[in-house]
């Protein structure tokens, strides 16, 4: 890092330039804009496989330069920060390479597409954390106000102990069965289908907002449509097909019931089948005195119930998390003026530059990303065994 402007330089380096990769940008441009950051982070480089599509993106989204191979930014001094934005069978590879180099690295959810994987890049992350080089996982949803209100109130002990949780993740964009073969449907390259795409947040959220593990599980795995058109064109979660099809290889829909460490019972769904849901990432908490719910597709509100409440005019009461005295907020807009979709991005990039600052490791660690992995893991060989109950065995904790 070298001084620039009164702040020192994070020169990012971000890898893939499609979905995330647009929504990464959109973070690094914006977070010094409305955060004051200890750190002044650039647009230093994007890296993409074709010079020309590359350049084209690196234009439009605020790049400075561009690089066809992820290896050539390992080499180049002004780069502080790798941010993978590709496809999970890559994760491993270019994490471990960045942090041996040297460069902090932010990674996409799943964090790798198996335990082996990600259990290397844990280690690979504690070699580096020792040499003062961190790493972060990319579970966005923690950074959403309401999100963050709901890990403070039960931290706090608004409804008690926690008793049970509901964690869901419902999308609806694979039930047409005309839907093409993309990625995300291929075993090889996303590791799973709706366990790690989705289900990967459902069980971070879950961690997160417990401030626990999980202990065991039994899982239940289901492909509704094991053949599709192969993409002729594919944009974000949409494509055209074309005569040729293909194997999906993955599954569709994840179910599960599973223990925290406490023993609190958990159930699990996540699923790109349920029509009508289009990011429903849901979650309700049940506590000794009260509950929290929370559902992305209402991304500004948290539900809170409290048992203690008067029985006549008791009730989930709707807060609007959009108060200065809210996780975030205060940075935004005034009460009521709502943030969306990308804010949890900029509030990443933000808690990874104060983190990287003051020379800790930022949250959710690498072991936090292993230990999903471990759930994605248990749930997937359990519902290869007719939902057996299965052990994780982790107790690894940043
Ligand atoms: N945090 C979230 O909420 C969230 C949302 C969507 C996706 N993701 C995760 O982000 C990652 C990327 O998903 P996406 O939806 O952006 O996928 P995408 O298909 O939209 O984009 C993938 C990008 O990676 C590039 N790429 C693939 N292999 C590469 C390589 N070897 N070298 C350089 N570039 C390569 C592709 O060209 C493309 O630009 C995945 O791990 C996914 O699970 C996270």
Known sequence: MSEQAGKPRLGVAM??????????????????????????????VLVGRN??????????????????????????????????????????????????????????KPMANTVAEAESMAAAARAARAQGVHSMVGFTYR??????????????????????????????????????????LDKELAGSGALGDIGAHA????????????????????????????????????????????????????????????GAPVTLEATRFAWGRKNALRIEVTGTKGALAFDFEEMNVLNLYEAADDAATSGFRRILVTEPEHPYVEAWWPPGHGLGYEHGFTHQVVDLINALAEGREPSPSFEDGLHVQRVLDALER??????????IEDTERS
Not at 31 to 43: I, R, S, T
Not at 57 to 81: C, H
Not at 383 to 391: H, L, M, N, V
């Open 15 to 44: 890898i893939g330039y499609a979905f995330m990769g647009r929504a990464h940008s959109q973070a690094w441009r914006t977070a010094p804009k409305f955060f004051d950051l200890p750190l002044a982070p650039e647009m230093t």
């Open 51 to 108: 010079k020309q599509a590359a350049q084209a993106a690196a234009d439009q989204l605020g790049w400075s330069d561009v690089e066809t191979d992820w290896r050539a930014v390992l080499e180049r001094d002004d780069v502080d920060l790798v941010d993978i934005c590709t496809p999970g069978n890559t994760h491993a590879e270019i994490a471990e390479a960045a942090l041996a180099a040297g460069k902090h690295v932010l990674v996409e």
């Open 143 to 184: 950074r959403v106000p309401a999100v963050q209100l709901a890990r403070q109130l039960v931290e706090a002990g608004r409804i008690g102990q926690v008793r049970q949780v509901r964690a869901q993740y419902l999308q609806d964009w694979l039930a047409d069965e005309t839907a093409p073969l993309s990625w995300r």
């Open 203 to 262: 069980v971070d959220l879950t961690m997160f907002i417990t401030g626990q593990r999980f202990a065991g599980v039994s899982g239940l795995l289901e492909t509704f449509v094991p053949e599709r058109p192969v993409a002729e064109s594919f944009t974000g979660l949409h494509g055209t097909g074309g005569s040729q099809r293909g194997p999906v290889t993955v599954d569709d829909a994840a179910l599960g019931i599973a223990r925290l460490e406490s």
């Open 382 to 391: 359990s519902a290869g065994q007719e939902s057996r109950w299965t052990q």
